[in-house]
């Protein structure tokens, strides 16, 4: 079956860097786009970035030149390096895959405090 499992996810100090995992089975992942998305505490669930296959980016405007998603098709692994972390990135980071409805991952948690 289908299984995304995130992972990376803590607390930093603002200005930080952290790097997300997604490691993914149960499909044929090298074909297929992933999503990272977030939800912070009394939001909805936003998108933050996507990769295509063909390794194409694209970004949600607030993490765009501080977030960078990456692949690993051998690792069958989605990375998210997020740098300049800022309060309001704090949330849980879930990825995605966009197929039959949609897949989760449980998420992991990301807080940015002093």
């Known amino acids: 079956q289908v299984q995304l499992v995130e992972s990376g996810g803590g607390l930093v100090q603002p200005g930080g860097s952290l790097r997300l995992s997604c490691s993914a089975s149960?499909?044929?992942?090298?074909?297929?786009?992933i999503n990272w998305y977030r939800q912070a505490p009394g939001h909805q669930r936003e998108w933050v970035a996507g990769?295509?296959?063909?390794?194409?980016?694209t970004y949600e405007a607030s993490v765009k030149g501080r977030f960078f998603i990456s692949r690993d098709n051998a690792k069958s692994t989605v990375y998210l390096q997020m740098n300049s972390l800022e309060p309001d990135d704090t949330a849980v980071y879930y990825c995605?895959?966009?197929?039959?409805?949609?897949?989760w991952g449980q998420g992991t948690q990301v807080t940015v405090s002093s």
């Open positions: 149960g499909f044929m992942f090298s074909a297929s786009h």
């Open positions: 995605n895959w966009p197929r039959d409805g949609g897949y």
């Open positions: 990769i295509t296959c063909s390794r194409s980016t």
